[in-house]
């Protein structure tokens, strides 16, 4: 299992815990995910750490002084 946070501006009322979201690639020097409908977007992964799967496990939702976070778990 792994876990990747996506940064998302929900209000709580989008993405529910335990739900299953796909994800689509994009690449640049790195990887970047975007959660389907545009409802956030990961860090840059590098390549050698690469998401294998399509979708993912919508695990926890927290807030930070700067952002909200989503964490999804994948299966790999």
Same mark, same amino acid.
Request: with cysteine; hydrophobic share 35%; proline share 3%.
């Given at each position: 299992?792994r876990l990747?946070?996506?940064?998302?501006?929900?209000?709580?009322?989008? $993405?529910?815990?335990?739900?299953?979201?796909?994800?689509?690639?994009? =690449?640049?020097?790195?990887?970047?995910?975007?959660?389907?409908?545009?409802?956030?977007?990961?860090?840059?992964?590098?390549?050698? =750490?690469?998401?294998?799967?399509?979708?993912?496990? $919508?695990?926890?939702k927290?807030?930070?002084?700067?952002?909200?976070?989503?964490?999804?778990?994948?299966?790999?």
């Amino acid at each position: 299992m792994r876990l990747v946070e996506f940064s998302i501006e929900d209000n709580g009322v989008f $993405l529910e815990i335990g739900k299953t979201y796909k994800i689509n690639e994009f =690449q640049s020097a790195n990887y970047y995910y975007m959660l389907e409908n545009a409802w956030g977007m990961s860090r840059p992964i590098p390549a050698n =750490q690469r998401l294998k799967s399509s979708c993912g496990i $919508l695990k926890e939702k927290k807030e930070t002084l700067t952002s909200k976070l989503a964490i999804l778990e994948f299966d790999e």
